[in-house]
């Protein structure tokens, strides 16, 4: 029997004890800790979700009604938690399984869009018609040249409308393909001039016969992006041209600022720059002749003829004598020999000049000129410049105008930075005047409170701090005053806790449950303590003792009676 009872005595784990304490309590009190274990629970669980509400990401948007609700099928039988945004333009799943849900509806083949590609040509039905084969064929080509324009970055969404004539037997009947392209840019996205060039040459390439003229891209918008049919175009302007423009006044600006802004302060100084800019493409070719070239020219070539003869030619003195035949000869001899005939008696040769030709190279330039397009012909530059501002002793700020030196060096530097030319005919002015109230005042820093990623931060960290305010008010508040109540001290802590509740002073409430006291408490229910509040009761108020002391006696019943 000791043994048994010994081993009754012996407290069990905290565990049983907890239940047996459990057990024990009354009705009320179980269904209040009951409650308070629900509440906390939910109040945990509702904390928890409200923070990872947050923490959801796109997984996909602007999707077509037949996509979205294959996907959100997907996503059910995974068991993915997901939501739509307020708009319900886009489908939200935890940001931490965004890649590894889009991956998983990728291998689904989802989304699939509103096209199809060339997978269309895979189900081939029998008995289907030419015209059907050709239309599944152009929606094949549609929907692959769309997907290919949709990787481009900047485009969202494409689509492709081709329109493909039939083939006729004439020549004279073809008629040449076109299409159309309608490109969604992405927020804040725009489409250069060489990103649209590609996209024609993509379509034009992609079907025969189609040249690139035959290729129209529009936006969203509805503007004309192809610049074959630009309106600015029409009117004979360029828009690079003008971009040109802009992009280098812009960089001139930047020069003068980079050198004026030490000097004079930012805000102090406003500079602009016009620039004439030459667009025309020249191409020149020169030739030019000398008129009377230089003896030291060239010969290109010479040629002389020289004639040997031996006819004697004419002889004599001209007149009757010469002509007449000669007088027979006679000795002695008396008539002078003629003049001219020695060189013909004695049968020497007779030479003669006929011709002596002389060529010269012809001197002649010839240039070929090819200007620069872009080429600057005029810039002009104006810069205004602010009073410098002045403090006094007293605090007092005056404006003075610059001194003439000081604008006079700004003017040089200027000059330098721009690259003044005089023979180009650039024109440079600097003026120095008071600016109007206002101009010089710097826009205000945005203050902390105020600054987005300050905001963010701090919306994130009060998140978890709510989160640990409720954790530590669940486990301070609500479980452990639940585990002092299901598991109480032991018994040594009792004895050591409540010294005198092995002494009898063990105190009990109206319905005659036992309560445990403080130290404090316990101090003032001691006997001592109560002989003494006695003792100060008599004294101040003997009345109220004497009708004590009668009615323990029973004497004011009687005189009641």
């Known amino acids: 029997m000791a043994t048994a009872q010994n081993a009754a005595t012996v407290p069990g784990s905290p565990i049983q004890q907890a239940f047996e304490n459990f057990s024990a309590m009354p009705g009320r009190q179980k269904m209040a800790l009951l409650a308070a274990v629900a509440a906390a629970i939910a109040l945990v669980v509702g904390v928890l979700l409200w923070n990872q509400s947050s923490s959801y990401a796109v997984l996909f948007s602007n999707l ?58 895979e189900n081939q039905k029998l008995g289907v018609s030419q015209f059907h084969e050709q239309m599944n064929y152009q929606r094949a080509l549609e929907g ?78 509805g503007k004309l992006l192809t610049d074959s049919n630009d309106p600015m175009r029409v009117a004979g302007l360029d828009p690079t041209q003008l971009r040109y423009v802009e992009e280098l006044e812009s960089t001139y600006v930047r020069r ?29 070719t020169d030739e ?39 007088v027979p000869a006679t000795a002695p001899i008396t008539n002078p020999a003629v003049g001219g005939t020695g060189a013909a008696a004695d049968g020497n040769f007779l030479t003669r000049n006929a011709s002596d030709t002389t060529n010269y190279e012809v001197d002649r330039t010839i240039s070929h000129t090819k200007r620069a397009t872009g080429a600057i012909r005029r810039l002009s530059v104006a810069v205004v410049l602010n009073h410098r501002t002045v403090t006094d ?45 206002g101009i ?40 452990k005053p639940l585990l002092k109540t299901l598991t109480p001290l032991p018994a040594g802590d009792e004895e050591d806790a409540t010294p005198g509740a092995a002494a009898g002073e063990r105190t009990y409430d109206e319905e005659g449950e036992e309560v445990t006291l403080s130290e404090s408490a316990r101090q003032k229910n001691s006997y001592e303590a109560k002989l003494m509040q006695a003792r100060e009761t008599a004294k101040n108020n003997p009345k109220l003792v004497a ?15």
Not at 440 to 455: A, G, N, R, S, V
Request: proline fraction near 6%; glycine fraction near 8%; aromatic fraction near 4%.
């Open 288 to 326: 030019t002749y000398k008129p009377n070239p230089s003896p030291q020219q060239a010969i290109r070539s010479q040629q002389s003829s020289e004639v040997l003869t031996r006819d004697p030619g004419a002889k004599g003195v001209p007149g009757a004598l010469t002509n007449q035949p000669p």
């Open 393 to 437: 002793k007293n605090g007092k700020e005056t404006t003075t105008p610059l001194s003439d030196e000081e604008i006079a060096r700004i003017n040089n530097l200027v000059r330098e930075a721009m690259g003044f030319n005089a023979e180009r005919g650039d024109s440079l002015n600097v003026a120095n005047t008071e600016f109007a109230a």
């Open 547 to 561: 009708n004590l002391i009668k009615d323990w006696m029973g004497v004011n019943e009687e005189a009641r009676k």
């Open 144 to 221: 692959e040249l769309a997907r290919t324009i949709q990787a481009i970055g900047s485009v969202a969404n494409a689509r492709v409308h081709l329109a493909i004539p039939k083939r006729s037997a004439f020549l004279r009947d073809q008629q040449k393909p076109t299409a159309s392209v309608f490109v969604n840019l992405r927020a804040g996205r725009n489409l250069d001039g060489a990103k649209v060039a590609g996209i024609v040459h993509l379509v034009s390439s992609s079907v025969p016969n189609m040249s690139n003229e035959s290729v129209s891209v529009i936006d969203e918008t």
């Open 64 to 121: 077509e009604e037949r996509d979205g609700g294959a996907i959100v099928t997907s996503l059910q039988q995974q068991n993915v938690p997901y939501k739509f945004t307020p708009g319900g333009g886009a489908i939200m799943v935890p940001s931490d399984r965004v890649h590894d849900i889009r991956l998983q509806l990728a291998a689904q083949g989802l989304p699939r869009g509103g096209m199809v590609g060339f997978e269309l040509m």
């Open 256 to 284: 003068i600022e980079t050198i004026i802004e030490p000097m004079v302060g930012k805000g102090n100084f406003r500079a602009q720059v016009t620039a004439d800019v030459d667009f025309n493409r020249v191409e020149q």
């Open 440 to 479: 010089t005042e710097t826009m205000p820093e945005l203050p902390l409170w105020k600054d987005p990623e300050i905001i963010d931060i701090g919306k994130q960290a009060l998140r978890y701090l709510i989160v640990l305010a409720v954790l530590a008010y669940v486990a301070f508040g609500v479980i």
